[in-house]
């Protein structure tokens, strides 16, 4: 039965096709077989018997002698009818079961084969019209109408993840419109302060010059800080668009160029590093500039934050490349989807050095290198954090 149902359309429609003629053929053979004994009963009626024996007798018992046919008005009208009726059933049977037979194959193959599939995308289609996107398509028979509802399932589920994209982008823009009008206000707000503090006190001689020139050094730090706020904007303008460049990547290579950046930071914050790579011979294809900076920025984090040591693992492999990088220090202390928004911050001392958007473009350029970022903390202590990047041509 399971390969039946997994027949294609045209198979199954000539499979029962051909079921309901061979009935249609077995049975009006039988009716026409039983009309003509009955018929044959009717003229019986009225035979001469002994002038029908005298014949069989005369032609021998090899012979074959027929029933002659009552003339009409010999007949009564029940019998007539009756001998006419068996004629008709005799002509037409086969006519009258092979169109019955074929109906009752087409009405079988149109409800076995097409009604639950036709229900179940017009389902979906209206279901997909009221922006309803939560639901699947059960059918699953190996057939063409299962590849299309199998198909038809995967356009769903890519539609509900550009939803899914689309509600996060916007969230996204939210949250990047906010920390655009925090990080443009606080410095304006000091510059601000600094400025009536001098309209005011500078005139009347009541700020000696030491204290003018901090405010005025202060004011150039906010301004500097402006100034890395204005192309931190213009960076992430360039993300979206920015293309992938595929070329070959041997972890030899990738790893010596991992292992130069740790030293710079090992030298610039004072901490140990340990490096593993994975001694794997396969070649990955991927955007080097891309996944460097994203293990650029992991290490950055991981040397601010971490108490003592810094270790990365490296493996390389043909389909998939995965940096982890873990750090001795205190951990996240919120959820990966906050800490990778743009704009997010420790703490506001820190923002002054650092625009806050290391994770948050770290994230985007594994995503659109077909991977993910994963954020953990480990149990003794410490975050974790693994960019994963796969194979793009």
């Known amino acids: 039965m399971g390969k039946i149902k997994n027949l294609s359309v045209r198979k199954t429609i000539l499979l029962y096709m051909a079921i309901a003629?061979?009935?249609?053929?077995?049975?009006?053979?039988?009716?026409?077989?039983a009309a003509s004994h009955a018929?044959?009963?009717?003229?019986?009626?009225?035979?001469?018997?002994?002038?029908?024996?005298?014949?069989?007798?005369?032609?021998?018992?090899?012979?074959?002698?027929?029933?002659?046919?009552?003339?009409?008005?010999?007949?009564?009208?029940?019998?007539?009818?009756?001998?006419?009726?068996?004629?008709?059933?005799?002509?037409?049977?086969?006519?009258?079961?092979?169109?019955?037979?074929?109906?009752?194959?087409?009405?079988?193959?149109?409800?076995?084969?097409?009604?639950?599939?036709?229900?179940?995308?017009?389902?979906?289609?209206?279901?997909?019209?009221?922006?309803?996107?939560?639901?699947?398509?059960?059918?699953?028979?190996?057939?063409?109408?299962?590849?299309?509802?199998?198909?038809?399932?995967?356009?769903?589920?890519?539609?509900?993840?550009?939803?899914?994209?689309?509600?996060?982008?916007?969230?996204?823009?939210?949250?990047?419109?906010?920390?655009?009008?925090?990080?443009?206000?606080s410095p304006l707000s000091v510059l601000k302060g600094y400025q009536e503090m001098l309209t005011e006190y500078l005139p009347k001689a009541d700020m000696d010059r030491e204290q003018a020139m901090e405010m005025l050094s202060e004011s150039n730090r906010q301004i500097e800080r402006m100034d890395a706020f204005v192309e931190t904007m213009r960076k992430l303008n360039s993300l979206e668009s920015r293309e992938l460049t595929a070329a070959e990547i041997s972890a030899a290579e990738l790893e010596a160029d991992i292992r130069a950046e740790l030293a710079v930071l090992e030298k610039e914050y004072g901490k140990r590093f340990v490096l593993q790579a994975s001694a794997a011979d396969e070649t990955f294809y991927g955007d080097k500039e891309i996944i460097l900076e994203v293990t650029e920025n992991l290490?950055?984090?991981?040397?601010?934050?971490?108490?003592?040591?810094?270790?990365?693992?490296?493996?390389?492999?043909?389909?998939?490349?995965?940096?982890?990088?873990?750090?001795?220090?205190e951990g996240f202390s919120e959820d990966a989807e906050t800490v990778t928004i743009a704009f997010h911050g420790k703490n506001i001392k820190d923002s002054l050095k650092h625009a806050g958007i290391g994770m948050y473009i770290s994230r985007l350029y594994c995503e659109k290198h077909g991977g993910k970022l994963i954020l953990e903390n480990e149990e003794q202590g410490g975050a974790v954090v693994t960019a994963i990047f796969r194979r793009i041509s």
């Open 39 to 185: 018929q044959l009963s009717v003229w019986w009626h009225y035979v001469d018997e002994e002038a029908y024996f005298q014949a069989v007798n005369r032609d021998g018992p090899d012979s074959v002698t027929d029933i002659p046919r009552p003339r009409s008005y010999e007949m009564t009208s029940t019998d007539y009818f009756i001998s006419e009726l068996c004629d008709f059933l005799q002509t037409y049977t086969i006519l009258i079961l092979s169109m019955a037979g074929s109906c009752a194959a087409v009405f079988l193959f149109y409800r076995n084969k097409l009604k639950k599939p036709i229900a179940e995308l017009a389902a979906a289609s209206q279901k997909i019209a009221d922006n309803q996107l939560d639901f699947h398509i059960t059918y699953e028979n190996q057939d063409e109408m299962g590849v299309l509802c199998k198909e038809f399932e995967t356009m769903r589920g890519q539609l509900a993840e550009n939803n899914r994209r689309l509600w996060q982008t916007i969230e996204e823009e939210k949250m990047l419109r906010a920390a655009i009008a925090h990080d443009i206000r």
């Open 299 to 329: 290490l950055s984090n991981a040397f601010r934050y971490g108490k003592q040591q810094i270790a990365v693992m490296l493996q390389t492999g043909s389909a998939e490349l995965r940096v982890c990088v873990r750090d001795d220090g």
């Open 21 to 33: 003629l061979l009935i249609g053929f077995l049975l009006s053979a039988g009716i026409g077989r």
